[in-house]
C-alpha cells in the first residue's frame, strides 16, 4: 500500500536529518544558513502533515506513531550537533531528550494499559517553541546586528521550562487517568478510533 502524502511528508522530515547532520559537522556561514533552512522546512511539514491527514481524512496508524518520532528524532539531532559544536549546553539536550524518551515510554505502557494519554496543548506548544529555537541557533552567527545566539538561547530557555512543565502534566494525567480522577466513569479507555 503506498504512503498517502501526509506520511511522506513525514518521512521527508526524518530524511532530511542526516543532511542537516553532515552541514553541521562544518559549521560557518553557509554550512549553517543551509541547515537553518532545510531544519526549518522540515519544522514546517510537522505543521502540514497533522493538518493535511485530518483534512483528507487519511490518519493511519503508521502515521500517529511516526509524527510524533519524527520530531524527536529532528529536534534531538539538531541539537546533539549543537552541544558538538559547543553552542548549546550539553545538560539542556540531556534533559529535552530525557523526557521525550521518558514520555513516550509513559504514553506506549499507558496504551497496554488501555490508558489513553492525549497529546495537550501545551506538549503541541513546546514542539514549535523547540523547533523556533533550534532553527534560530543553528544560524548561529549574527545577522544585521541581532545577536542571533542570546536570542535562541532565550527561546531555548522558554521551550525547556514548558518541555519539563508538560512532561510532569503527561505523568499528573497517566496517573489521574489510571486511577479514575478524572472521568466519574473510571479511567478513560482506548476504544480504538483514531
Known sequence: MPFNLPTRLTISRIAIVPVIVVLLMFPGRWTC?????????????DLLDGRLARKTNQITSLGK????????????SALIMLVQNAWV???IAVLI????I????????AAQEGVVIAADRHGKFKT??????VAVLLLHYDLAGIPVHDLGMLILYFSLALTLFSGYNYFRTFYREREGEGNPAGPMRDNGLP
Open 128 to 133: 514549535v517553541l523547540q523547533i523556533v529555537a
Open 102 to 109: 521518558l514520555v513516550t515510554g509513559l504514553r506506549a505502557a
Open 97 to 100: 531528550i530525557c523526557r521525550d
Open 89 to 91: 549546553p550539553g545538560w
Open 65 to 76: 506513531f511516526l509524527d510524533p518520532l519524527a520530531d524527536k528524532i529532528l529536534v534531538s
Open 33 to 45: 544558513f543551509a541547515a537553518t533552512l532545510l531544519f526549518s522546512a522540515a519544522g514546517l511539514t
